[in-house]
């Protein structure tokens, strides 16, 4: 079946400008993850949706991420103002949630921040 | 989560297995260990993951020791494919700290 979907998979931007990442996850899984991964460095967690809970925004580094999750499915992770430290490869999951649940990844984002 | 202890690299010939070891000496009862791996320019990959019991798929065995401080990933006949970056996790299954932390993993390099 599908997997994971990220659209657009590369990203240009100029420093300032808004960008929106979009995430397609698995149909049925529940919880939906993101992550960034800049260069050369581990992926790091920014926001996670489970079902209808509040979500755990604790990763996102400033104010100026936002993530939302429309209908359980699709999330659209908004940049405001993006900086040049904002570039990176932003990875998307999914899992079925429950009980040790494996996440599944999807193929990334690379922002470049000009 | 635990923290994890990884070697920074390893490498090892086609066809022969691949131990890849793994410290996590402040697990918790309650937190797995997983094993996701991550090739040149994809999304990470998840291979196996286990409590206290050893485990087996079609892709590796993990070997987990009985106090539960450590564990090593087996890939019983490395491939090229193979080379990537193998990431031992410790974690909680379920809720609001189910998200994964990522060290920076041990690189494994399959030469032919």
């Known amino acids: 079946g599908a997997g994971v979907s990220q659209s657009p998979s590369n990203k240009v931007t100029e420093k300032g400008k808004d960008v929106e990442l979009r995430c397609d996850p698995i149909?049925?899984?529940?919880?939906l993850y993101w992550y960034r991964q800049s260069l050369g460095q581990g992926l790091e967690f920014l926001i996670y949706?489970?079902?209808?809970?509040?979500?755990?925004k604790s990763g996102l580094p400033s104010d100026r991420f936002s993530a939302e999750r429309t209908g359980g499915s699709v999330s659209t992770l908004t940049i405001q103002r993006t900086q040049q430290e904002d570039s990176a490869v932003y990875l998307c999951?999914?899992?079925?949630?429950?009980?040790?649940?494996?996440?599944?990844f999807g193929p990334g984002t690379r922002l470049t921040v000009l | 989560d635990a923290k994890t202890t990884q070697p920074t690299s390893m490498d090892c010939a086609e066809g022969r297995a691949a131990n890849l070891p793994c410290n996590h000496s402040?697990?918790?009862?309650?937190?797995?260990v997983y094993w996701y791996r991550q090739i040149h320019s994809q999304g990470p990959q998840y291979i196996i993951h286990?409590?206290?019991n050893n485990e087996t798929n079609e892709m590796a065995s993990l070997i987990i020791t009985e106090d539960r401080k450590s564990s090593t990933l087996i890939l019983p006949h490395a491939t090229l494919r193979d080379t990537a970056v193998y990431y031992c996790i410790v974690r909680v299954a379920t809720g609001a700290n189910s998200k994964l932390t990522f060290g920076k993993g041990i690189t494994l390099s399959v030469r032919p």
């Open positions: 949706f489970q079902g209808n809970s509040a979500p755990d």
């Open positions: 402040t697990i918790s009862g309650n937190e797995y």
């Open positions: 286990g409590l206290k």
């Open positions: 149909s049925g899984h529940t919880a």
């Open positions: 999951a999914s899992s079925l949630g429950g009980l040790a649940g494996e996440q599944f």
